[in-house]
């Protein structure tokens, strides 16, 4: 990245291997320098642009979220926004960005060229001389061109750098995760007739959609449901060895069904599960309640991809219909975070048997078996890309599940013979992190919050202030404000700096309750 001086740059790091930390850090080493004047980070959800702003605040860097303009206020050093709200003005963005900005497009594979989000963002960002591209999956199921990627002959993705699963395995930086396939007598009813089948036999595309769905139904007490029972045994044993707040996670198709499965799992271990939707207001936050309690259970529906950092997941059912490979490597994603101070114990995930879960878990497990090999043989050459196909949808479908009978199987995952999976090389500590020198630091740089976070607590408290005194004096909350800004020279409350803030807020005190 030393050498990039224009043009888009593409990371392509497996997921849970760290991609926020490399930007930020390249990007507070490009404002150190003067080389930009400035940083816009988009990503695909709300909750992930605070994630970053905390992230960035850990190294000095001040980010503010959900900004309407690429040129942040004063006293941050850029801002972070959803690639929609990049969508809905993308002309906007356009007139306000700067050449000298640099653009980091986080999850990158969200973004497709015919598409709004990829034909805005492209819009929005040309004047930027840089793009500095994000992904753990360069590659989009719909095969749509992602802006800013280069691509090979075969229309595969060419990153500038390549950091994979196996490499953050070997490295320590991720957890190896085993596949615990589950297969047995399924049986469904189809128009008249009756289909018995175990995943090993070949059926027509409609006929196997209805025996993966069969294996997945929540109604059928030998099948899913047993094997939620064997996943919870699982993670009662990791806890019980040392791993006291291990958690699980189940992954369902829609949200009916994970009500139906969180009813299950409390059948099964006698507590509820936490239940996270992705049309539920509060789904981030129970995520983040999730993150930091001992709870072992939680079962969710679009709301585990991207930029969720459960460090403490270890046990997972797969249970949705979709089986595409990124969707697949997302959730795979999902367990293989470490924790600080321990070793990268294993996780285990339970999936059906079919043949396409099969085939995606056996690319991962090649990626690692081809590096344990490497590694043994001393071979430096890179590893060959994962095959990547794009695979049936998911649809519901009008067909009934009769009965089940399945159990886990061999780990589809595991040491072959004559090989063990790597120790963790040593990490070496990170360089100690030092105030930006040429970028104006932020008024509250010595606060313990982000200054976003800082920002919203002054505003909020203005705000009850301001409607104490409306309330006194009788007047309007708008003429209070105005009042305000004019005592104090403030353009206006959404442009004040956080030393603006501070002072309206001592201002408003005194004229309350008078000075102290």
Not at 75 to 93: D, E, K, L, M, S
Request: glycine share 6%; net charge neutral; with cysteine.
């Amino acid at each position: 990245m030393a050498r990039w001086s224009e043009g888009s740059f593409l990371i392509s790091a497996a997921p849970g291997a760290g991609k926020t930390r490399p930007a930020l850090e390249f990007a507070r080493g490009e404002l150190s320098r003067r080389a930009v004047d400035g940083v816009v980070i988009a990503c695909p959800t709300a909750p992930l642009t605070r994630q970053w702003a905390r992230a960035a605040h850990q190294l000095c860097l001040e980010l503010l979220p959900d900004a309407e303009s690429p040129r942040p206020p004063s006293g941050f050093h850029g801002v972070v926004v959803t690639y929609a709200r990049i969508a809905n003005a993308p002309a906007q963005w356009a007139a306000a960005m700067r050449e000298g900005t640099l653009v980091v497009a986080d999850e990158a594979h969200h973004l497709g060229e015919d598409l709004s989000w990829g034909v805005a963002f492209a819009h929005a960002c040309a004047r930027a001389r840089r793009w500095l591209l994000l992904s753990g999956t360069p590659f989009r199921s719909d095969a749509t061109p992602i802006p800013g990627v280069r691509y090979d002959a075969d229309a595969l993705a060419e990153p500038d750098v390549s950091y994979t699963y196996s490499d953050a395995v070997r490295d320590g930086v991720c957890r190896p995760v085993v596949f615990v396939t589950y297969d047995g007598t399924l049986s469904w009813r189809s128009g008249e007739d009756v289909i018995e089948s175990s995943f090993d036999t070949v059926l027509s595309t409609r006929e196997a959609s209805r025996r993966y769905r069969t294996a997945i139904s929540t109604e059928l007490p030998d099948g899913l449901p047993r094997i939620l029972g064997e996943a919870h045994i699982r993670l009662q044993r990791l806890r019980a060895d040392g791993h006291h707040d291990a958690g699980g996670l189940v992954i369902a198709a829609d949200s009916e069904h994970a009500r139906k499965i969180a009813g299950r799992l409390r059948e099964v271990t006698g507590h509820s599960p936490v239940v996270v939707l992705h049309q539920d207001p509060r789904a981030a936050q129970k995520l983040a309640d999730f993150t930091a309690s001992p709870d072992p259970w939680i079962v969710a529906v679009n709301m585990v991809s991207e930029g969720v950092d459960i460090p403490r997941l270890r046990v997972g059912v797969y249970a949705t219909a979709a089986k595409t490979p990124l969707i697949f490597r997302q959730i795979v994603g999902r367990f293989v975070r470490t924790i600080q101070g321990r070793d990268p114990e294993p996780s285990w995930l339970y999936i059906p048997a079919d043949a396409i879960l099969r085939d995606h878990a056996a690319n991962v497990e090649h990626e690692l078996r081809s590096m344990l090999r490497q590694r043994d043989e001393g071979d430096g050459s890179e590893l060959e890309a994962v095959e990547r196909r794009q695979t049936e949808r998911g649809d519901a479908l009008d067909f009934e599940p009769l009965s089940a009978d399945v159990a886990p199987q061999m780990t589809l995952f595991g040491p072959v013979a004559g090989d063990q999976l790597p120790a963790p090389a040593a990490i070496r500590p990170s360089a100690p992190v030092v105030p930006l020198p040429a970028v104006p630091a932020p008024a509250a740089a010595d606060a313990p919050l982000p200054a976003f976070e800082r920002r919203a607590q002054l505003r909020a408290k203005r705000h009850r202030l301001v409607a104490d005194l409306a309330r006194d004096l009788r007047t309007s909350h708008r003429e209070v404000n105005a009042m305000v800004n004019r005592e104090l020279g403030i353009a206006s409350v959404e442009k004040a700096t956080l030393d603006q803030l501070e002072r309206s807020i001592a201002w408003l005190d005194r004229r309350l309750y008078g000075s102290r």
